[in-house]
Structures are given as structure tokens and as C-alpha cells.
């Protein structure tokens, strides 16, 4: 008899609840996204305005590309969104839509580009450095991600690159003899 009960006031209380969603989702929720994103003209010029959100994750680009020029955090190997986040004083989310908006790239890549730049100019400063010297002392943690972050941004291995600055800046240097040794008889 409960139960019959129960089942019968919540079948009104959950018809109601179900309505309310709809009728907030029909006069909110489907024009939010189109109003929240629109360009409003400007009654003056009549040109298009950017929203306030656009100046805002454009204000947050500009700050991470300085903070990263200035500050280099994409030498610490274990560097995350939300760290980054905290010092511009902002969100992960609104970081993560600078960077796909403006570099196109994701978080992950855009470090990576920071990473593979730093290493180019250590290998052209000290070209007798190991790759993996190079690849830890530019925040990757391993030589295979500074091979596939290379491969992606260069086009190339660290090591072709290198051999090729070498080769292209000074000539005089022999190449490295080989390992192997041959056998007179």
C-alpha cells in the first residue's frame, strides 16, 4: 500500500521536475550558447565588436606567451595546465582555449614547441651535447618525446638536425669515424 503510495505522488513530482527542465533548457539553455558567442555591431561604426570573452582569452594568450618567454616554465618536465593556470591568475579552461584558438595547438603541443625551440638553440650553442642531455635539460622526459615533439615541429630527428647544423656551420669538422674496424689480413 506504501508503495503504491509512493509511486503515486512521484509520478506528479517528477513530471514537474521534468518540466522545469525543459522550460529553463527552451528559454535558456539552447540560446545561451548563441548569445554568450554572437558578435554584436556597434551601433556607431557598425562594424563587428568582439565579445568580451574573446578579449579575455586573447588577454590570457598574451600573458602566457610572456610569462613562457620571460619566466620558461616549460623546462620543469612536470609542468601542468593548472599550474600555468594559477600564475596568470585565471582557469585551465580559459588557457587551454588560448592556446587553441590563437596557436592552434593544444596544451600539451604548445609546450612541447617551447621545448623543441629551447633545444635547437642548445644544440646550435653546444652541438656536442648529447640528445638526451639535451632533451632533459629542455623538460622533456625522455629522448622518445623529444624525437616525436622534433618530428612534429622540425620535421626531423634532433640528431639529423644537429648533424646538419654542424655540418652547415663549420665544414672543418671531420665527421666521427665509425665504429666499425676493418680487418687486414
Not at 101 to 106: I, P, S, V
Not at 107 to 135: H, T
Not at 150 to 169: A, K, L
Amino acid at each position: 500500500m506504501k508503495t503504491i503510495l509512493l509511486l503515486v505522488l512521484s509520478i506528479p513530482v517528477s513530471c514537474i521536475v521534468a518540466i522545469s527542465f525543459m522550460f529553463l533548457y527552451k528559454t535558456h539553455g539552447a540560446g545561451l550558447k548563441k548569445r554568450f558567442f554572437r558578435k554584436k555591431r556597434s551601433k556607431r561604426t557598425g562594424q563587428k565588436q568582439v565579445h568580451h570573452k574573446d578579449e579575455s582569452i586573447g588577454n590570457v594568450y598574451n600573458r602566457l606567451n610572456l610569462y613562457f618567454e620571460n619566466e620558461k616554465p616549460y623546462l620543469d618536465s612536470n609542468l601542468t595546465i593548472s599550474d600555468v593556470a594559477k600564475k596568470l591568475y585565471t582557469n585551465k579552461v580559459y588557457v587551454s582555449q588560448a592556446v587553441n584558438r590563437y596557436a592552434g595547438l593544444n596544451f600539451c603541443q604548445y609546450v612541447n614547441r617551447y621545448r623543441v625551440f629551447y633545444a635547437m638553440d642548445l644544440l646550435r650553442a653546444k652541438p656536442g651535447l648529447r640528445i638526451s642531455e639535451v632533451a632533459y635539460m629542455s623538460g622533456f622526459n625522455s629522448t622518445a618525446s623529444i624525437n616525436i615533439s622534433f618530428r612534429f615541429f622540425v620535421h626531423t630527428t634532433p640528431g639529423d638536425w644537429s648533424r646538419g647544423i654542424r655540418r652547415s656551420s663549420s665544414p672543418e669538422i671531420p665527421p666521427r669515424p665509425s665504429k666499425r674496424r676493418s680487418r687486414s689480413k
